[in-house]
């Protein structure tokens, strides 16, 4: 079945720097790709998506990146602010379901 | 338009009881998923619906878990004889359809306790 691989795990960044969380899957047939935040005791909240017939999308300070010949994907975090601590989860859409990569935990340090 | 809506957003439940967790999808979405999300742990999926179907039930364990989204009203996730191993946080999302491009919303999730 689908698998998506997420790294890191945690990840702590000195405000004002850039944070990029990498995640690599196996289903070639995956073709969207969002990318979810979530705070401390909330939901998911959907940031940014791609699909397979982009390579790259940018949202003010949010950017993904996506390979799909070597099946990784990434988002980039440029002039981190304290407010964007919280853990991200890339996933994708495989078959039917949407999977989840098991998160990464952004710190930003003052 | 309102978004997705979980309810209760707490739930306590002694040890086999049932438990019942309610979602309303946003409003033109016919597609439903279910996750499982233990404390500091990633998003498992349980079950994935469409209005009277169970199009993939895959990640819900085979005993006393069971889901269910009828033509009217909300999807049921359903857990009878709850065990403590059963508390965590139960999110649900939504979206308009099952095709492999489109975005999923979530609800703010139903936290169940198991005392």
């Known amino acids: 079945g689908e698998n998506v691989e997420q790294h890191p795990s945690t990840l702590s960044v000195q405000e004002g720097d850039s944070a990029v969380i990498k995640c690599t899957y196996s289903?070639?047939?995956?073709?969207?790709f969002p990318w979810y935040k979530q705070e401390l005791g909330k939901r998911p909240q959907l940031i940014i998506d791609?699909?397979?017939?982009?390579g790259e999308k940018k949202d003010q300070r949010i950017a993904v990146t996506l390979n799909k010949t070597a099946k990784h994907f990434s988002l980039h975090i440029t002039e981190t602010q304290p407010e964007d601590s919280a853990v991200y989860f890339c996933a994708l859409r495989g078959d039917d379901k949407i999977i989840f990569g098991k998160g990464t935990r952004l710190h930003i340090l003052p | 338009n309102a978004g997705v809506m979980q309810n209760p957003r707490h739930l306590v439940r002694r040890r086999g009881q049932e438990a019942r967790l309610r979602c309303s999808p946003m409003?033109?979405?016919?597609?439903v998923y279910w996750y499982r999300q233990l404390p500091e742990e990633g998003l498992k999926f349980m079950v994935y619906l469409q209005k009277e179907n169970i199009i993939d039930e895959s990640g819900m364990p085979k005993e006393r878990f069971s889901a269910e989204f009828p033509k009217e009203g909300p999807s049921i996730l359903r857990i009878q004889q709850v065990v403590r191993g059963d508390s965590a946080a139960y999110f649900c999302?939504?979206?308009?359809?099952?095709?492999?491009?489109?975005?999923?919303?979530f609800g703010q999730g139903t936290r169940l306790t198991v005392v």
């Open positions: 999302a939504s979206s308009p359809s099952g095709q492999l491009n489109t975005e999923a919303f």
């Open positions: 409003k033109g979405h016919s597609h």
């Open positions: 289903d070639s047939a995956s073709n969207y």
């Open positions: 791609i699909r397979s017939n982009v």
